[in-house]
C-alpha cells in the first residue's frame, strides 16, 4: 500500500507554490495519513551557491533569469522547497528541486484536457484516470470530464503504484492502519491494497508512497463523493524517478 490533489475542472489552478508547511518523510505501505512538520524559512540557510537548474528555476519563480544565486533569488527557491516538501530546503536548484518544478509545470500545461492524448479509457462510463508520469488524477464519464485534473502522489521506487485498468472494492471513509497506527481518510481501494486517500501534507514531496494515490483532503473527499464500489480505476504511465 501506498503512503501517502478540490477544484472542480481546474477550478482552482493547481499552484505554483501551496501554502503550508512541509511534509514529513513517507510512511510504509500506503497506510499513513501524512505527517506535517512545521518549517518555517531560515534566511541565515540561504545558501549563496547557484545550483546546477538556477536557470530552471529562476524562469519558474518568474526571477530575472540570469543564472546567478541572488538573496531574493535563494528565498524564493527555499519557499518553493518549504511549501512542496524539497529537502533540503536551503534554496539551492538540485536536481529534486528541478524534478518537482517540471511536474508542476506539466500538471498546469494538461489544462482542462488531460486525456487529450486518449490514454484513458473512454467507453467505461464513469472511471477515476491515474496518469503516473504527470502525477495527476481525473474522473471522467466516457470522454467527459467530470472532475480534475487534481495532483496526486504515487508510489516511489520499488513500491510503485501498478498500472492497468482496476476496479474499486472496497470504501473507508475513516480508515485507519492497525499495522502502522496512522489514519488513511476517504479510503478508496481499488488493487491488492492500493487505494486513493488523503494526506495531510505535500502531494509533491518526494520520494513518493508506497504504492497508494495520494491526495489534497478536499479532491480525496470530492471522489469520495463521485466513485463507489465497482467503479472503474485506469492506472497508467511511469511516475519519473521510477
Known amino acids: 500500500m501506498g503512503v501517502a490533489l478540490g477544484l472542480a475542472g481546474m477550478a482552482v489552478p493547481l499552484a505554483v507554490a501551496v501554502a503550508g508547511p512541509a511534509q514529513a518523510q513517507a510512511r510504509p505501505l500506503g497506510r499513513s495519513a501524512g505527517t506535517v512538520t512545521p518549517v518555517s524559512v531560515a534566511a541565515s540557510s540561504c545558501t549563496t551557491t547557484a545550483g546546477p537548474y538556477q536557470q530552471q528555476a529562476e524562469r519558474f519563480l518568474g526571477r530575472p533569469v540570469d543564472g546567478r544565486q541572488s538573496r531574493a533569488d535563494c528565498l524564493a527557491i527555499q519557499k518553493f522547497q518549504i511549501d512542496h516538501g524539497v529537502s533540503p530546503t536551503i534554496g539551492y536548484a538540485g536536481p529534486i528541486t528541478s524534478r518537482v518544478m517540471s511536474l508542476i509545470s506539466a500538471q498546469k500545461a494538461a489544462g482542462h484536457n488531460p486525456n487529450a492524448a486518449r490514454n484513458c479509457p473512454t467507453d467505461k ?16 464519464d466516457g470522454s467527459r470530464l467530470v472532475y ?29 492502519s492497525t499495522l502502522y497506527k496512522v489514519a488513511m481518510p476517504y479510503s478508496q481501494f481499488f488493487d491488492g491494497g492500493q487505494a486513493f486517500h488523503s494526506i495531510d501534507g505535500s502531494v509533491w514531496s518526494p520520494p513518493g508512497s508506497h504504492g497508494c494515490v495520494n491526495m489534497r483532503k478536499g479532491d480525496a473527499k470530492k471522489y469520495w463523493g463521485l466513485l463507489k464500489n465497482g467503479d472503474d480505476v485506469y492506472v497508467y504511465g511511469r511516475k519519473p524517478g521510477t
Request: net charge positive; glycine share 8%.
Open 125 to 140: 462510463g464513469r472511471i477515476a484516470c491515474v496518469d503516473l508520469t504527470r502525477q495527476l488524477s481525473w474522473v471522467q
Open 148 to 176: 480534475g485534473p487534481v495532483p496526486v502522489r504515487s508510489g516511489r521506487d520499488r513500491f510503485e503504484t501498478r498500472t492497468g485498468l482496476k476496479r474499486i472494492y472496497w470504501r473507508n471513509i475513516n480508515h485507519w
